[in-house]
Nanobody, 126 residues
Framework: VQLQASGGGLVQAGGSLRLSCASS????????VAWFRQAPGKDREFVAA????????SYADSVKDRFALSRDSAKNTVFLQMNSLTPEDTAVYYC????????????????????WGQGTQVTVSS
């Protein structure tokens, strides 16, 4: 499945952005979807993930209560709503997909995901 991330941009601290991860075909029947981010000089880190069923989510502690996942199955798109942004959120954000079973636990390691989008830059100014 091909993924395309979009929605990044420049925002002031305290602001919001909504990232989109669009797939080339319906992936929700078979795929869990996650967001990762990578800041310059740092490893790629987990941000949030949505289970294949859409009923379970997982968030990194650093974004919990500020970021929220949702999806629009009709548009084959997963959204990451990011609120109360801080300069520490500045990074390239990637969405990733993993074919999985309905009851599988949510994976948070980049190596667990086989399908990746191209990334979208998020810059938060202080």
């Amino acid at each position: 499945v091909q993924l395309q991330a979009s929605g990044g941009g420049l925002v002031q601290a305290g602001g919001s952005l909504r990232l989109s991860c669009a797939s080339s075909r319906s992936m929700f029947r078979e795929y869990a979807v996650a967001w990762f981010r990578q800041a310059p000089g740092k490893d790629r880190e987990f941000v949030a993930a949505l289970s294949r069923s859409g009923s379970r989510t997982s968030y990194a502690d650093s974004v919990k209560d500020r970021f929220a996942l949702s999806r629009d199955s009709a548009k084959n798109t997963v959204f990451l709503q990011m609120n109360s942004l801080t300069p520490e959120d500045t990074a390239v954000y990637y969405c990733a997909g993993k074919r999985t079973i309905l009851t599988a636990p949510i994976d948070t390691r980049p190596q667990d995901y086989a399908s990746w989008g191209q990334g979208t830059q998020v810059t938060v100014s202080s």
